[in-house]
C-alpha cells in the first residue's frame, strides 16, 4: 500500500521558532510536494520538487525553504515562524510515469502562537 | 482569476439524494482531471480520475469533464452519510506535475 507519512500530526510553536516538517514517501517517486490548506483558500502550492536536490517555488513561497537530500523525503522548513504560518501542510508526492494523480500525506497541523 | 474555481458550499441532502458538484477551469492547457475526497482531519485520497473528456463512473460516482465549456462535474448517486466529506477537484496540464486545486466543497449527508 502507498504511503506518504508526515512525522508530526500536531505542533505548536512560538512566533520566531524554527520549525521542520518533514515527510517520507515509500514509493520511489521523483516528485514531490508542499501545500498548505487554509478555510476559504483551498489548498495552495508552497514547494515542489522532481528530482533529489532539485526545488522549485510554488504559488505561495514566501517565508519558507525545503530541503530534498533523498529521494524519499521532502522537508518543508520555516526559518521564522509568523503567526500567520498557522495552518495545515499537507506533503504530496507522485511518480514521473504516472496518471497524474498525487497521494497525500495524513497532514501536519502547525499552530503558532 | 483563479485557475480552477469550486463553489465551497456547505452543501447538506438527505440520505439518498443525487448530489452534482461542479467546478470551472479556466487553463485550456488542462488535461487531466481529478476529484478528491477528505474526511476532517484526514489529507485528500484520490476518488476519480479523467483525462481530457468524457464521462466516468465508479459504483455510485460519475465523474464528467467538459473541455468545450470548461465544467468539471461529479454526481454521486444514492448518498450515504458516509459520503460526508470536502469534496476537491483538481485539475493539471502535465501528469506529474503540481495539480492545481479548486477551493472544496463541503458535504454533508445526514441520516
Known amino acids: 500500500d502507498v504511503k506518504v507519512t508526515q512525522s508530526s500530526r500536531y505542533l505548536v510553536k512560538r512566533t520566531g521558532e524554527k520549525v521542520f516538517l518533514e515527510c517520507v514517501q515509500d514509493?520511489?517517486?521523483?516528485?514531490m510536494f508542499w501545500y498548505r490548506q487554509d478555510p476559504g483558500l483551498g489548498l495552495r502550492l508552497i514547494y515542489f520538487?522532481?528530482?533529489?536536490?532539485?526545488?522549485e517555488k510554488g504559488d505561495i513561497p514566501e517565508g519558507y525553504s525545503v530541503s530534498r537530500e533523498k529521494k524519499e523525503r521532502f522537508s518543508l522548513i520555516l526559518e521564522s515562524a509568523s503567526t500567520n504560518q498557522t495552518s495545515m501542510y499537507l506533503c504530496?508526492?507522485?511518480?514521473?510515469?504516472?496518471?497524474?494523480?498525487?497521494?497525500f500525506g495524513e497532514g501536519s497541523r502547525l499552530t503558532v502562537l | 482569476q483563479k485557475e480552477v474555481e469550486q463553489d465551497p458550499g456547505p452543501l447538506s441532502v438527505p440520505e439518498g439524494a443525487i448530489v452534482s458538484l461542479n467546478c470551472t477551469y479556466s487553463?485550456?492547457?488542462?488535461?487531466?482531471f481529478m476529484w478528491y475526497r477528505q474526511y476532517s482531519r484526514k489529507g485528500p485520497e484520490l476518488l476519480m480520475y479523467?483525462?481530457?473528456?468524457g464521462n466516468k463512473e465508479d459504483g455510485r460516482f460519475t465523474a464528467q469533464v467538459d473541455k468545450s465549456s470548461k465544467y468539471i462535474s461529479l454526481f454521486i448517486r444514492d448518498s450515504q452519510p458516509s459520503d460526508s466529506a470536502t469534496y476537491l477537484c483538481?485539475?493539471?496540464?502535465?501528469?506529474?506535475?503540481?495539480?492545481?486545486f479548486g477551493k472544496g466543497t463541503t458535504l454533508s449527508v445526514s441520516s
Open positions: 514509493m520511489d517517486h521523483e516528485n
Open positions: 487553463n485550456s492547457a488542462f488535461q487531466y
Open positions: 504530496a508526492s507522485s511518480g514521473r510515469v504516472t496518471t497524474g494523480e498525487l497521494f
Open positions: 479523467t483525462y481530457s473528456s
Open positions: 483538481a485539475s493539471s496540464n502535465q501528469a506529474g506535475t503540481a495539480l492545481i
Open positions: 520538487s522532481y528530482d533529489v536536490k532539485m526545488k
